[in-house]
């Protein structure tokens, strides 16, 4: 079947290219230009379609947690993201213990595999933040579960994710950290650095070994000091390397979130929400990895300390959130889809709206909201 979508304003996001219609086939983008025609129609006019979010650093919504979850779980939020234009996510989960760890891989793994265009936002593999962290920067996290980057460990997690693992974070500094990078890298999973109390000299280092992320900038990092940049400037300084960040107003101040932008530029920032079970929820205790959080006023703290667990950001949001710091509609765009994509190593597959690209996008209208979202060239949510 060929569909057609009609009239809308097509942001790629590298350029606005205007009135255009879209044609998909088998899935996947075979035209783009005016007066085509299908089997079936959808009418844009009036609306933006751009390339359909991604979400890579992502633990939870509407009571799921990851690390704990069951498959079937895992495919309910699947089909619940959509909503809020998410066409893909990694699922990540924090430090827990090891079988633990190695059941959530599966279970993700399993999920992934029985997800098709109709049940909702694919499942693109698996994020492991952690168990490779630093104590002292523990945030939302068991400090008892942390422990030093093993090899071994991380090619029993690849096995139980079925190929799925995607990405890990690890705090450079830890014993054997430059050695496991280059190794995991090796074996493309892309390493992200974060939770970390790494000196800028340690942080080149890992930036040399492969590391190519650093995991929501400035959040559970070295702070900085003039003769002692640390780990977030080492990474904002490197034009490899691409910078997640956290775009709730909570997590970083306006000046930080336009500092980030100006020295990585649109092309290097990832939109990520960090979000929790808790998303999607009214206020109230729920758990991050086994540890109690409050969540108020729609902010998430673990009961504890009082630190930030995690956050209860939607990524459409955080599209809406740069537009209003004055970032264009088309860089915020390229932020939660383009660049995600590419920083896991789907850059050729996802994230463009361009010929023989699969056919994920979102519909917004004139308030960035979502109207429609469509998946594989399925319309996965049509909004009320």
């Not at 809020?84 to 633990?100: D, E, R, Y």
């Not at 430059?178 to 493309?188: D, H, L, Q, S, W």
């Not at 970032?327 to 190593?345: E, F, W, Y």
Request: hydrophobic residues 40%.
């Amino acid at each position: 079947m060929k569909l057609v979508i009609k009239g809308g304003r097509v942001l790629t996001p590298f350029a606005d290219i205007g009135s255009k219609d879209i044609a998909i086939e088998s899935g996947r983008i075979q035209q783009i230009g005016e007066n085509l025609t299908g089997d079936k129609t959808i009418d844009a006019t009036g609306l933006i379609v751009a390339p359909g979010f991604i979400d890579t650093h992502f633990h939870g919504y509407g009571g799921v947690d990851f690390t704990t979850a069951s498959s079937s779980d895992i495919l309910k939020v699947s089909g619940l993201l959509v909503k809020h234009g998410v066409t893909g996510f990694l699922a990540s989960t924090v430090a827990a213990p090891h079988n633990q760890l190695i059941k959530a891989c599966n279970e993700i793994a399993q999920a992934a595999h029985a997800w098709n265009e109709g049940r909702g936002a694919r499942i693109l593999g698996v994020h492991l933040e952690g168990p490779y962290l630093n104590p002292k920067m523990r945030g939302a996290m068991n400090p008892g579960h942390f422990k030093n980057p093993s090899l071994q460990e991380l090619l029993e997690f690849q096995e139980e994710a079925r190929g799925l693992l995607k990405q890990v974070t690890v705090a450079p500094e830890l014993p054997g950290a430059y050695e496991f990078i280059r190794e995991a890298v090796k074996r493309g999973i892309v390493v992200s650095l974060g939770h970390s109390d790494a000196t800028y000299a340690e942080a080149m280092n890992a930036v040399l070994a492969g590391a190519s992320k650093a995991n929501h900038i400035f959040n559970q990092m070295r702070g900085f000091h003039h003769r002692e940049p640390g780990l977030a400037m080492a990474l904002l300084d490197q034009e490899n390397v691409y910078i997640e960040m956290i775009s709730d107003f909570i997590h970083l101040h306006p000046t930080t979130m336009r500092l980030v932008v100006k020295t990585a530029g649109p092309r290097r920032v990832i939109l990520i929400t960090d979000a929790v079970a808790a998303t999607g929820l009214p206020d109230g205790e729920y758990t991050l990895g086994g540890l109690k959080i409050i969540v108020k006023n729609g902010v998430s703290h673990l009961a504890e300390t009082g630190a930030l667990a995690g956050s209860t950001l939607t990524l459409d949001k955080a599209v809406s959130n740069m537009v209003k710091l004055g970032v264009s509609i088309q860089d915020a765009l390229r932020m939660a889809s383009t660049n995600p994509a590419q920083s896991i190593g789907l850059g050729g597959e996802f994230g463009v709206i361009a010929l023989g690209y699969n056919a994920d996008l979102v519909l917004l209208n004139d308030k960035l909201r979502v109207e429609k979202t469509i998946i594989g060239g399925v319309e996965a949510y049509q909004g009320d």
